[in-house]
């Protein structure tokens, strides 16, 4: 498995599941740095232990290519590329964008979200209650969809009644490794032109607000920003593309692991104070995403014996990494008091997922809300009759009927 020309396929979820796949296990142990077809027909270097693939977002060998330029092509057929979004911002731009943007998403700065986001919740709740005859519903439509589209619109400034327009573009960027470079091109320009089309409905209207694209664009008017209109651009495109789908699945997933450890989640009802740790745990136990992380190697070098070239896509596996029995004791077993607990579900480094804490705080109230107002929820059917929504490489439940 290890010979350098050996070329396996990308493991895939087992059906039912969220992932991780099981065959990495056999990755981290006989082929740490191995070949791999790609969806897309490319080749990449595929990371599973949890050091390597720490290492690899940090490492500044490794870069993200703009995803309407890779793979790349040459000649005149070669399209113009799209504005980066703030996963592919490279050097002096993202440092400057990454000043100014981060601290906005500090856990103090995001204080003022708690209360609407736990009000959005019971909201959410109380119409699922409400409309359940027999006194079971679904979780996924009435609770785990809604709730994080809701989140970020009301973050970021996103008008809710423009879903249908700038959704099916976010959707298909999601399967964006199995697309046509025409097909990505096409729902990445779409997306850009609407945020610049909403950028400026937003500078004509008077009105103020805290909305992140009031701020960023206050703060790109400002003498001497180091932000641009185009950054805030850019800001709207890769929330859309990192703040919706991924928010959806993975509450779904955790919400499923809970309901499955019952034993655990009453512990966590009586406890909520431990709901931080958990959301930990959770993060960790559950894929945020199985996708294809892409990273292009700037120069040669060499790992577990394997020569990686300048231009070799380099691709790290959070989901691996987070099951390494090096890194995780018991890695394949949920424990909700888990601590300390360093997963790298948002990534390492300088592209560590900018929205990181806003997601933590969204499943943590999803969780505490829920158990709140119905502390007695449960499956209403079995675990392994539940359909799967297997459309994308975010695995996650179509359905998940629960009883209170």
Request: glycine share 6%.
């Amino acid at each position: 498995m290890s010979h350098p020309d050996a070329l396996i396929p990308v493991p895939e979820v087992e059906p039912g599941t969220a992932g991780p796949p099981c065959a990495y296990a056999r990755l981290r142990a006989e082929a740490p740095v191995v070949k791999a077809q790609l969806p897309n027909g490319e080749t990449g270097w595929l990371l599973s232990r949890y050091e390597d693939v720490r290492a690899a977002f940090a490492d500044p060998r490794l870069v993200r290519p703009l995803l309407s330029a890779w793979p790349p092509r040459e000649g005149d057929d070669a399209p113009p590329p799209c504005l980066p979004t703030f996963l592919e911002m490279t050097g002096e731009h993202h440092e400057r964008v990454r000043r100014t943007v981060l601290p906005m998403f500090g856990r103090r700065r995001l204080e003022f979200m708690e209360p609407r986001i736990r009000a959005m919740a019971g909201e959410l709740v109380d119409a699922m209650v409400a409309g359940a005859e027999d006194g079971t519903a679904d979780l996924v439509a009435a609770y785990a969809e809604p709730l994080p589209l809701r989140v970020l619109c009301e973050t970021v400034g996103l008008p809710y009644e423009d879903r249908d327009v700038y959704l099916p573009h976010t959707l298909a960027l999601l399967g964006a490794a199995g697309l046509t470079m025409e097909e990505v091109l096409a729902a990445l320009y779409a997306l850009q032109d609407y945020a610049g089309e909403l950028i400026s409905r937003k500078e004509k209207e008077d009105g103020e607000g805290e909305d992140y694209i009031r701020l960023l664009l206050a703060e790109a008017r400002r003498p001497g920003s180091e932000l641009t209109r185009d950054d805030v651009v850019s800001f709207v495109v890769t929330m859309l593309m990192a703040g919706y789908k991924t928010n959806i699945q993975h509450t779904g997933n955790a919400l499923l692991a809970l309901l499955t450890h019952p034993e655990q989640m009453r512990t966590l009802r009586e406890a909520p104070e431990r709901t931080s740790t958990a959301v930990e745990e959770l993060l960790r136990y559950v894929p945020l995403m199985n996708a294809i992380n892409i990273l292009v190697a700037t120069e040669d070098f060499t790992l577990h014996g394997q020569r990686i070239r300048a231009g070799d896509a380099v691709v790290p596996v959070p989901a691996s990494a987070n099951r390494d029995p090096e890194a995780f004791a018991e890695p394949d077993r949920l424990d909700l008091t888990r601590t300390p607990n360093a997963h790298v579900a948002f990534g390492h480094g300088p592209h560590a997922c900018t929205g990181g804490h806003l997601t933590r705080m969204q499943l943590a109230i999803a969780i505490q809300v829920l158990l709140e107002r119905l502390p007695g929820v449960e499956l209403a059917v079995p675990a392994k009759t539940i359909p799967w929504d297997e459309s994308t490489p975010l695995r996650a439940p179509a359905r998940l009927p629960v009883r209170w």
